[in-house]
């Protein structure tokens, strides 16, 4: 069982708590607030504060926290997609099933019907459209050019036109697609 606790029994915290019910707390998921953690007699796994519940809770849990609170619970819904999305692709090539953890990913190019990816280890083709694997990938990755996918990861430079990697291939990039990839480079620098 995951036990999910917030300090004070503020009937807003527990709102919030109970919106994330269903997507994000499975029925194994305990959710409790104020006087129902200290009766329920377990560390809870999950521990929402107020800046002046931290103190005397770290006297008796270890405790983490963000500095900002997630909004609303649209964010943790957004972040928690990105979580889901670093999970390994299951693609089938010539008959065969194989897993591609993402991070191995350098980027992804359309060649005719086929998505070819190109990895650490290799190039591996399999029949998919770009759309769909963009939206599999997700943010980690940027649509630099129609028949190019990138991953944030593997990028050494860019300029206008062209995309430099880490390993010394460089790939196209839409002009008109620059000043998009520049600023979704920074905010996933920043948010490294």
Request: neutral net charge; charged residues 30%; contains cysteine.
């Amino acid at each position: 069982m995951l036990y999910i606790a917030a300090c004070g029994n503020e009937a807003s915290v527990r709102k919030y708590l109970k919106e994330m019910e269903g997507e994000y707390v499975r029925e194994d998921v305990q959710i409790l607030c104020g006087d129902e953690i200290e009766g329920s007699g377990t560390m809870p796994d999950v521990l929402f504060l107020s800046d002046s519940g931290i103190e005397e809770c770290q006297k008796k849990i270890p405790v983490w926290f963000r500095r900002k609170a997630f909004d609303n619970a649209g964010e943790l819904k957004q972040r928690k997609a990105g979580a889901e999305r670093k999970r390994p692709l299951l693609i089938k090539t010539d008959g065969t099933y194989c897993c591609v953890d993402q991070k191995t990913i350098l980027y992804a190019e359309s060649v005719g019907r086929k998505v070819v990816l190109h990895t650490n280890t290799g190039i591996i083709a399999y029949y998919a459209r770009m759309k769909e694997v963009e939206e599999i990938l997700g943010n980690g990755f940027f649509r630099c050019h129609r028949g190019y996918l990138v991953n944030f990861t593997a990028v050494k430079s860019f300029e206008v036109g062209t995309i430099l990697l880490k390993n010394g291939e460089s790939i196209l990039m839409a002009k008109q697609k620059f000043n998009d990839f520049a600023s979704a480079y920074e905010t996933y620098l920043n948010e490294r």
